[in-house]
């Protein structure tokens, strides 16, 4: 694969913040590729010094085979000189001209003959389902069909990359979900690479063919959306994507990837050890774990191994799935099940882990330690 967007070591200072510190990473033709994080860690400044419109203080950008930024050097192309296409959250339209001038003006100012315009200005608006709607105004269409507009805009200019910041996010949820899979296929029809930057992780996991994981302006991982969340690299990936709760633990022993762990009223438990997260060689430890990989058993018998009893606090139905918050201990343990088991708020069940990860024990039960 040839990469059409590579950054090299990229490090951007505001003052004493490092938004962006020291990030590499490559993306290829037909690629859609996620940048994810809270808030604060440096997404929109990666995305911003792609585009141009930041300058790092350290590190090289090449797009499509040639470089438009290098610190070292001082090159550092404006936007306009960058092979990109962008939309952001702030979908700005503008008001006083129609659908069809709004998608043709960066063409206009390209200087693009007017046949020229009509022409590709009609594909993308066919391309998008709003073949009949190029002579309304922005005022006369909903808020997915605006932002339609501003995407049609960065398309229309035949871009090599397309850069998308947070562009669902003044969507209702309904909406939302069904412009990703518009967005996806577009990106399938075009063929066209997109950095898109989100702080969620279910648009990102749903959309991505890879995803990279930022943290205080580091990059932790990038992997397949399946690799982030099933082997995540260090403890804010593991944290940070989809959910855990954190049961405490003993570490016996650890042989190759496996370790032998005691947890729960009885006898010992082996789980599949991760061996890139800060699994201590014996004692204290905490087993995090996803909803999905903790079974219930309506049952008070849990002296077993790898078993603890627990107490069903709350549950809630989720239509094709039962989410329960369960106290095992001083834990509060969130399980999902299909929703063909449904179990009494107040019982008593055995709790049992399919798979988790054994990590050390510093502040890994800050979150499910809970109520009494
Ligand atoms: N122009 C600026 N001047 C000073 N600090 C800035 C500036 N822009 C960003 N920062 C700081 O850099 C860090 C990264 O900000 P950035 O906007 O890239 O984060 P983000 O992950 O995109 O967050 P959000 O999801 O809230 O947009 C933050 O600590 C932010 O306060």
């Given at each position: 694969m040839t990469a059409i967007l590579t950054l090299d070591g990229l490090t951007k200072r505001y003052g004493q913040v490092t938004a962006v510190d020291n990030v590499s990473l490559s993306i290829d033709a037909n690629e859609f590729f996620s940048l994810i994080g809270p808030s604060g860690c440096g997404k929109t400044t990666t995305l911003r010094s792609v585009a141009g419109l930041e300058s790092a203080q350290q590190g090289a950008i090449q797009m499509a085979g040639r470089t438009v930024f290098d610190a070292a050097t001082r090159r550092d192309l404006p936007p306009n000189k960058r092979p990109i296409g962008m939309v952001f959250q702030?979908?700005?339209?503008?008001?006083?001209?129609?659908i069809f001038e709004n998608i043709g003006y960066p063409l206009k100012v390209r200087g693009l003959p007017r046949d020229a315009i009509k022409a590709r200005v009609q594909r993308v608006l066919d391309m998008l389902g709003m073949g009949d709607l190029g002579a309304r105004m922005p005022s006369q269409l909903s808020g997915g069909q605006q932002q339609r507009v501003a995407l049609g805009r960065a398309l229309a200019i035949e871009p090599s990359l397309l850069l998308l910041d947070e562009p669902l996010s003044n969507l209702d949820a309904k909406l939302r979900e069904s412009m990703r899979a518009e967005l996806k296929q577009v990106q399938r029809d075009t063929g066209l690479p997109i950095l898109y930057v989100t702080h969620d992780q279910d648009e990102a996991l749903a959309m991505s063919d890879r995803i990279g994981v930022m943290s205080a302006g580091v990059l932790h991982q990038i992997g397949t959306p399946t690799e982030v969340y099933t082997r995540p690299a260090t403890r804010f990936v593991l944290d940070f994507i989809g959910t855990v709760s954190y049961l405490p633990c003993e570490v016996l022993r650890r042989e190759g990837d496996t370790v032998a762990i005691r947890w729960g009223d009885a006898g010992e438990a082996s789980a599949t050890l991760e061996v890139n997260l800060d699994t201590p060689e014996r004692g204290p430890a905490s087993l995090a774990v996803r909803p999905e990989h903790v079974q219930l058993t309506a049952s008070q018998e849990a002296a077993q191994p790898g078993l603890a009893r627990g107490t069903i606090k709350i549950r809630a139905y989720l239509g094709d799935a039962w989410e329960y918050h369960v106290r095992v201990g001083d834990c509060l343990v969130r399980v999902r099940t299909d929703s063909a088991q449904a179990l009494e708020e107040g019982s008593e069940v055995a709790v049992g882990v399919r798979q988790g990860f054994v990590v050390s024990a510093a502040d890994g039960e800050r979150d499910s330690v809970l109520f009494d």
């Amino acid at each position: 694969m040839t990469a059409i967007l590579t950054l090299d070591g990229l490090t951007k200072r505001y003052g004493q913040v490092t938004a962006v510190d020291n990030v590499s990473l490559s993306i290829d033709a037909n690629e859609f590729f996620s940048l994810i994080g809270p808030s604060g860690c440096g997404k929109t400044t990666t995305l911003r010094s792609v585009a141009g419109l930041e300058s790092a203080q350290q590190g090289a950008i090449q797009m499509a085979g040639r470089t438009v930024f290098d610190a070292a050097t001082r090159r550092d192309l404006p936007p306009n000189k960058r092979p990109i296409g962008m939309v952001f959250q702030s979908y700005a339209v503008w008001p006083h001209m129609n659908i069809f001038e709004n998608i043709g003006y960066p063409l206009k100012v390209r200087g693009l003959p007017r046949d020229a315009i009509k022409a590709r200005v009609q594909r993308v608006l066919d391309m998008l389902g709003m073949g009949d709607l190029g002579a309304r105004m922005p005022s006369q269409l909903s808020g997915g069909q605006q932002q339609r507009v501003a995407l049609g805009r960065a398309l229309a200019i035949e871009p090599s990359l397309l850069l998308l910041d947070e562009p669902l996010s003044n969507l209702d949820a309904k909406l939302r979900e069904s412009m990703r899979a518009e967005l996806k296929q577009v990106q399938r029809d075009t063929g066209l690479p997109i950095l898109y930057v989100t702080h969620d992780q279910d648009e990102a996991l749903a959309m991505s063919d890879r995803i990279g994981v930022m943290s205080a302006g580091v990059l932790h991982q990038i992997g397949t959306p399946t690799e982030v969340y099933t082997r995540p690299a260090t403890r804010f990936v593991l944290d940070f994507i989809g959910t855990v709760s954190y049961l405490p633990c003993e570490v016996l022993r650890r042989e190759g990837d496996t370790v032998a762990i005691r947890w729960g009223d009885a006898g010992e438990a082996s789980a599949t050890l991760e061996v890139n997260l800060d699994t201590p060689e014996r004692g204290p430890a905490s087993l995090a774990v996803r909803p999905e990989h903790v079974q219930l058993t309506a049952s008070q018998e849990a002296a077993q191994p790898g078993l603890a009893r627990g107490t069903i606090k709350i549950r809630a139905y989720l239509g094709d799935a039962w989410e329960y918050h369960v106290r095992v201990g001083d834990c509060l343990v969130r399980v999902r099940t299909d929703s063909a088991q449904a179990l009494e708020e107040g019982s008593e069940v055995a709790v049992g882990v399919r798979q988790g990860f054994v990590v050390s024990a510093a502040d890994g039960e800050r979150d499910s330690v809970l109520f009494d």
